[in-house]
């Protein structure tokens, strides 16, 4: 799942010149500067990075996206010839780069057991004698993740609020009312808490304010709903809360979904997963004679109890299930200590996306250029750029492209489940998912700001160029827990996720935002996500040294990053580093 935040970079005053290179699908503009047509003036921290830095490419990286995104691997869904050309095409590579194998046996590949399954849905909400209709995927999608071919539910419905129990914040919206059974409702996001000494903010002692928590994800809505017993659990969709329109839900849940496969068939999972449009819900509180505004409102306080509607949800599902091998491909670059090359940092970048739909009209493809061939063309670049450091650092550098990351980050579960090393011999996890495509900035976005060490040795390979650390300007959205690095943090592992800044050289103000604003609303997700004639690549080209930059200082430093105080992962990692 990516997020656009622009980047913004204000390297050394250099004289530059721009000029276009020509490529197959459209032209895209690279600038040049002391460093050749690699499109920068970037000066690396260590002498030895130099021919690490001069490795990166703006040409690299966009023969890569333009390879990952070409129309022959239909979208790079999981368990799709797409797949198969995209872990070839990836494993040749890393292999022509000279990189070794990441998994025990020397091997690049770590196979992941998936479980494919489509839902094709029926559903309806009955108040007494009176229907609503549902249409799907205009109003509503549900899926579930049981192993059967047929699902059903009719049960009662109970608005839950924002569905959160969270001791840590004294907050229960179940207040010990039994669940089982029963198909909850809830609003996406953290419950949104007035600052009582002003109106016009939120309480930042509550669920970190204006920034979500894991409480406010839809992932947790159903974990919690599961937990319940209940046997359907209903997420309402707004635009603001949820950080994407409806039509992200529908077009990615309205297809072919993977989970990792249970032994039990996800028997103790909620039977059906669905989210609603904001009007059909208005529409439904309407006719239990409930008002939407006053019930949210009333979901913001503490005191808040479940509200039984007096309506029943009609679910038949019929679903479309199958066993899946899908894969993660893992690359190193061997330390050259025989002890320290045991310990590692860890890029990593998702390579599926949403594969085609053959449902619509016009362009069915989704080729993910941004989406992810960015990231993992980022990737491929930072590990050509560890093959040129001289000397070798003495710990490894692991680089894998993980799968099923848009349907919910599995292939960086299943990796952190099961690592092919140790995760108490990782230092650190750097994630790539998108690149800046407009341009130079003079600062960089840094997701989960003051989680970790790692902003601070981002800072340092930063000020040489006069460029600083943005804090996320969405922090509502809850952007730190949607891409692979936060399965890593799960476990402990201190994360570093970096997007574009704001401030782009030669830009007005408002340029990085409305930037962003226009890939998503018109790119994200969508077909429309290639390779645009517009894109200037030299804001990538910097923004992928600095990330092989701080690889490399974490790699050589004499102390490991470490998660700071407060923050809600450093216990898990506190307590394995201690069984070391």
Same mark, same amino acid.
């Given at each position: 799942?990516?997020?656009?935040?622009?980047?913004?970079?204000?390297?050394?005053?250099?004289?530059m010149r721009c000029a276009l290179l020509p490529i197959a699908l459209a032209a895209v503009t690279a600038c040049s500067g002391d460093a050749g047509n690699n499109g920068s003036t970037d000066t690396p921290s260590d002498p030895a990075l130099t021919a690490a830095y001069e490795a990166i490419t703006a040409d690299d990286l966009l023969r890569h996206v333009k390879a990952l995104s070409d129309d022959s691997l239909e979208g790079r869904a999981p368990a799709t010839p797409?797949?198969?050309?995209?872990?070839?095409?990836?494993?040749?590579?890393?292999?022509?780069?000279?990189?070794?194998?990441?998994?025990?046996?020397?091997?690049?590949?770590?196979?992941?057991?998936?479980?494919?399954?489509?839902?094709?849905?029926?559903?309806?909400?009955?108040?007494?004698?009176?229907?609503?209709?549902?249409?799907?995927?205009?109003?509503?999608?549900?899926?579930?993740?049981?192993?059967?071919?047929?699902?059903?539910?009719?049960?009662?419905?109970?608005?839950?609020?924002?569905? #959160?129990?969270?001791?840590?914040?004294? +907050?229960?919206?179940?207040?010990?009312?039994?669940?089982?059974?029963?198909?909850?409702?809830?609003?996406?996001?953290?419950?949104?808490?007035?600052?009582?000494?002003?109106?016009?903010?939120?309480?930042?002692?509550?669920?970190?304010?204006?920034?979500?928590?894991?409480?406010?994800? +839809?992932?947790?809505?159903?974990?919690?709903?599961?937990?319940?017993?209940?046997?359907?659990?209903?997420?309402?969709?707004?635009?603001?809360?949820?950080?994407?329109?409806?039509?992200?839900?529908?077009?990615?849940?309205?297809?072919?979904?993977?989970?990792?496969?249970?032994?039990?068939?996800?028997?103790?999972?909620?039977?059906?997963? %669905?989210?609603?449009?904001?009007?059909?819900?208005?529409?439904?509180?309407?006719?239990?004679?409930?008002?939407?505004?006053?019930?949210?409102?009333?979901?913001?306080?503490?005191?808040? !109890?479940?509200?039984?509607?007096?309506?029943?949800?009609?679910?038949?599902?019929?679903?479309? !299930?199958?066993?899946?091998?899908?894969?993660?491909?893992?690359? !190193?670059?061997?330390?050259?200590? %025989?002890?320290?090359?045991?310990?590692?940092?860890?890029?990593?970048?998702?390579?599926?996306?949403?594969?085609?739909?053959?449902?619509?009209? &016009?362009?069915?493809?989704?080729?993910?250029?941004?989406?992810?061939?960015?990231?993992?063309?980022?990737? @491929?670049?930072?590990?050509?750029?560890?093959?040129?450091?001289?000397?070798?650092?003495?710990?490894?550098?692991?680089?894998?492209?993980?799968?099923?990351?848009?349907?919910?980050?599995?292939?960086?579960?299943?990796?952190?489940?099961?690592?092919?090393?140790?995760?108490?011999?990782?230092?650190?996890?750097?994630?790539?998912?998108?690149?800046?495509?407009?341009?130079?900035?003079?600062?960089?976005?840094?997701?989960?700001?003051?989680?970790?060490?790692?902003?601070? #040795?981002?800072?340092?390979?930063?000020?040489?160029?006069?460029? !600083?650390?943005?804090?996320?300007?969405?922090?509502?959205?809850?952007?730190?827990?949607?891409?692979?690095?936060?399965?890593?943090?799960?476990?402990?592992?201190?994360?570093?996720?970096?997007?574009?800044?704001?401030?782009?050289?030669?830009?007005?103000?408002?340029? &990085?935002?409305?930037?962003?604003?226009?890939?998503?609303?018109?790119?994200?997700?969508?077909? %429309?996500?290639?390779?645009?004639?517009?894109?200037?690549?030299?804001?990538?080209?910097?923004?992928?040294?600095?990330? @092989?930059?701080?690889?490399?200082? #974490?790699?050589?430093? %004499?102390?490991?990053?470490?998660?700071?105080?407060?923050?809600?992962?450093?216990?898990?990692?506190?307590?394995?580093?201690?069984?070391?």
């Amino acid at each position: 799942m990516l997020t656009l935040h622009a980047v913004k970079h204000h390297a050394r005053r250099f004289p530059m010149r721009c000029a276009l290179l020509p490529i197959a699908l459209a032209a895209v503009t690279a600038c040049s500067g002391d460093a050749g047509n690699n499109g920068s003036t970037d000066t690396p921290s260590d002498p030895a990075l130099t021919a690490a830095y001069e490795a990166i490419t703006a040409d690299d990286l966009l023969r890569h996206v333009k390879a990952l995104s070409d129309d022959s691997l239909e979208g790079r869904a999981p368990a799709t010839p797409g797949e198969e050309k995209t872990v070839r095409y990836l494993e040749q590579q890393f292999r022509a780069l000279g990189l070794s194998g990441g998994m025990p046996d020397g091997s690049f590949i770590q196979n992941v057991t998936l479980l494919g399954f489509t839902a094709h849905p029926e559903a309806s909400f009955h108040i007494g004698s009176r229907q609503i209709a549902l249409s799907f995927p205009a109003d509503y999608i549900a899926v579930s993740r049981h192993e059967q071919p047929t699902v059903d539910v009719d049960a009662e419905m109970v608005f839950v609020g924002y569905g #959160v129990d969270a001791p840590e914040y004294g +907050w229960n919206d179940y207040k010990n009312v039994d669940m089982k059974g029963k198909v909850l409702v809830m609003l996406i996001n953290d419950p949104a808490v007035p600052d009582q000494a002003d109106s016009t903010k939120l309480d930042s002692t509550m669920f970190k304010g204006s920034a979500m928590t894991y409480y406010g994800r +839809w992932t947790y809505k159903y974990e919690i709903a599961s937990a319940k017993g209940a046997a359907g659990a209903i997420i309402i969709h707004e635009t603001g809360p949820a950080g994407y329109p409806y039509e992200v839900v529908s077009s990615s849940w309205s297809r072919e979904n993977f989970d990792i496969k249970a032994p039990d068939g996800n028997a103790n999972r909620v039977k059906i997963e %669905s989210w609603i449009t904001r009007q059909r819900a208005e529409e439904l509180f309407k006719a239990v004679g409930k008002d939407f505004e006053t019930l949210k409102s009333a979901a913001k306080r503490k005191d808040f !109890t479940p509200v039984p509607l007096g309506a029943r949800a009609r679910i038949h599902l019929r679903n479309e !299930t199958r066993t899946v091998q899908s894969r993660n491909v893992v690359a !190193t670059v061997p330390g050259s200590d %025989s002890a320290l090359r045991n310990e590692y940092v860890i890029y990593s970048a998702h390579w599926d996306h949403l594969g085609r739909d053959t449902t619509i009209t &016009g362009d069915q493809i989704y080729n993910g250029a941004l989406d992810n061939a960015s990231g993992v063309a980022q990737l @491929l670049s930072i590990a050509k750029g560890f093959t040129a450091i001289t000397p070798k650092t003495k710990r490894s550098a692991m680089f894998v492209a993980l799968t099923a990351e848009e349907n919910g980050l599995l292939g960086a579960r299943y990796f952190a489940a099961q690592p092919p090393v140790p995760l108490t011999r990782v230092l650190a996890n750097i994630n790539m998912d998108g690149f800046n495509q407009w341009g130079r900035t003079s600062d960089l976005t840094v997701i989960g700001f003051g989680n970790s060490t790692l902003d601070d #040795v981002l800072a340092e390979v930063l000020r040489p160029a006069s460029r !600083t650390i943005v804090r996320d300007q969405e922090p509502e959205k809850g952007f730190f827990y949607r891409s692979d690095h936060f399965e890593f943090a799960k476990q402990g592992v201190p994360a570093l996720y970096t997007e574009s800044g704001v401030k782009f050289v030669g830009k007005d103000s408002t340029y &990085g935002m409305t930037k962003r604003e226009e890939y998503a609303s018109r790119d994200y997700h969508k077909p %429309s996500d290639e390779v645009k004639a517009d894109w200037d690549l030299t804001g990538a080209v910097a923004d992928t040294r600095v990330l @092989l930059d701080v690889g490399y200082r #974490v790699l050589t430093a %004499s102390s490991w990053p470490t998660w700071k105080p407060g923050t809600e992962f450093k216990a898990k990692r506190d307590s394995t580093l201690g069984n070391r």
